[in-house]
């Protein structure tokens, strides 16, 4: 099982601060994704990485950014929030030695913006 | 691109009995297939996968099953249990992506 860690997992916030997500594992994963999950459950994968300096968009658009200069560290960061990005956000990591995807996840932030 | 339907939403079953929970998905290219499992408040955990080569995988009181012509797999959990309970969600892996279903709510009832 991997060590994969998210602060905080919860957070109240206004609207239009700026918010950093942390999400860090200690396994030396190559690979991390940032999922949303919206209240009927489903995952929605937002942004990913296959290693350091590495980034892509996933499938559903988001307005967050992320950053890969270490390999155990990949925050997520909003700019301007809103109380459309109320939501839990899940990130996940794979091993490098893995021939599947398997994707361990962390225990999730609960957001919401007021 | 991919996609994955998961059914039933819900299901109720009693303790002891046996939950299927059925898959499918839409692109051939997909090449693995794990299941997790999420209790409340936490992340999702791996239960099991299965990769495309092989048919079937157990697991003590779970299993999964792939049927790749028909593009569908299912889990199969046996002698169900209280802690049981949770959100269960399939996914399939293609591109180094996993595309996962919506998820389906399991209640043992005791």
């Known amino acids: 099982e991997a060590d994969i860690y998210q602060t905080p997992r919860y957070l109240v916030i206004g609207t239009g601060k700026k918010i950093t997500l942390e999400c860090s594992q200690t396994?030396?994963?190559?690979?991390m994704y940032w999922y949303q999950q919206d209240p009927g459950m489903e995952l929605h994968l937002i942004h990913y990485?296959?290693?350091?300096?590495?980034?892509e968009k996933g499938d559903l658009s988001s307005e967050s950014t992320v950053s890969r200069i270490r390999t155990e560290h990949f925050p997520l960061t909003l700019e301007s929030a809103r109380p459309s990005h109320t939501s839990q956000y899940l990130c996940?990591?794979?091993?490098?030695?893995?021939?599947?995807?398997?994707?361990?996840f962390g225990p999730g932030t609960r957001l919401t913006v007021l | 691109g991919e996609n994955v339907e998961q059914h039933p939403s819900t299901l109720s079953v009693q303790e002891g009995d046996s939950a299927v929970i059925k898959c499918t998905y839409s692109d051939s290219a997909s090449n693995y297939f794990p299941w997790y499992k999420q209790e409340l408040g936490k992340g999702p955990q791996l239960i099991i996968d299965?990769?495309?080569?092989?048919g079937e995988k157990k697991d003590q009181r779970i299993a999964v099953t792939l049927n790749k012509t028909a593009k569908h797999f299912s889990l199969h959990i046996t002698e169900t249990q209280p802690e049981d309970s949770a959100v269960y969600f399939c996914?399939?892996?293609?591109?180094?992506?996993?595309?996962f279903g919506a998820g389906t709510i399991l209640r043992v009832k005791s």
């Open positions: 996914a399939a892996s293609i591109w180094n992506k996993l595309v």
């Open positions: 990485s296959y290693g350091v300096n590495s980034t």
């Open positions: 996940a990591s794979t091993p490098r030695t893995s021939g599947n995807n398997e994707q361990f």
């Open positions: 396994m030396g994963h190559d690979k």
């Open positions: 299965i990769r495309s080569n092989v």
